[in-house]
């Protein structure tokens, strides 16, 4: 009887080491390894799509996760992951009924399978997907709620400043974003998502920093055009 690697239970984190790189691909080829010998195994579609994902390879993560969604139609997971493949393969509208099954489920309290991965919360993964099709005031709505839920600290809490510092990006408030995502940095400095905000922050200074320029600067006085018709010489 064929038994299942250690691959099909970790999700491997993909970084630019060459070793890790080696890792992951050794990861993908024996979860593939496991869906041929079992097409049912839903655990190793889901960590699959995971590590695709992980791996920016987004197009790919998308069968793999609708395949686990398909057998285990309650696992919050396979949803997000799904959800999370088609939008970054540039298909948020296609991947909002996933994101919008997975916040259902996980507010009906649907019993997971045993050891399956709790993953992020959905409120902000789909609050995320929201930015992306503009509605911001649906997506607002999930970083407050998912910051009193937090208790105003933690991890999770970093996540809800980080989705609502997108939200006021998005809205022209580049001073209130700039505040969200410092916040978001202190409450998590985990090294991944510190990379992730020094980039949004940088590009939201600048954001602020010009509208600020454009502000203080006097319109420009319009030239006067040329006498018509030319003087004759």
């Given amino acids: 009887m064929w038994l299942p690697s250690r691959a099909e239970t970790v999700q491997p984190r993909c970084t630019a080491s060459g070793f890790e790189l080696a890792s992951r691909l050794d990861a993908i080829a024996s979860l593939e390894r496991a869906l041929r010998l079992d097409p049912q ?7 699959l799509a995971s590590c ?10 998308v069968a793999p ?12 997971a396979a949803h997000l992951v799904l959800a999370k493949a088609l939008q970054a393969a540039g ?3 296609a991947a909002l009924p996933a994101a919008r099954e997975a ?12 050891g399956a991965a709790s993953g992020e919360n959905p409120l902000l993964a789909l609050g995320d997907l929201l930015v992306d099709l503009s509605e911001l005031k649906e997506a607002w709505g999930y970083a407050l709620e ?3 839920i937090s208790g105003q600290a933690g991890p999770q ?3 809800a400043c980080t989705l609502a510092g997108r939200v006021q990006q998005c809205a022209g408030q580049h001073e209130q974003a700039l505040a969200a995502f410092e916040k978001a940095a202190k409450l998590d400095p985990s090294k991944p998502r510190a990379s992730q905000l020094r980039l949004a922050m940088i590009t939201t200074a600048l954001a602020a920093e010009s509208a600020r320029r454009m502000a203080a600067e006097p319109p420009p006085r319009p030239s006067s055009p040329p006498p018509f018709p030319p003087p004759r010489r």
């Avoid at 195994?41 to 960590?47: M, Q, Y």
């Fill in 52 to 61: 695709l994902l992980q791996c920016e390879r987004f197009d790919d993560a």
């Fill in 91 to 93: 298909k948020p509208r």
């Fill in 65 to 76: 996760a609708q395949l686990a969604a398909r057998q285990q139609p309650t696992l919050i």
């Fill in 146 to 148: 998912v910051a009193e």
């Fill in 103 to 114: 916040v259902r489920l996980h507010r009906a309290g649907a019993a997971q399978p045993e």
């Fill in 157 to 159: 809490m970093a996540s």
């Fill in 41 to 47: 195994h839903w655990r190793a579609a889901t960590n």
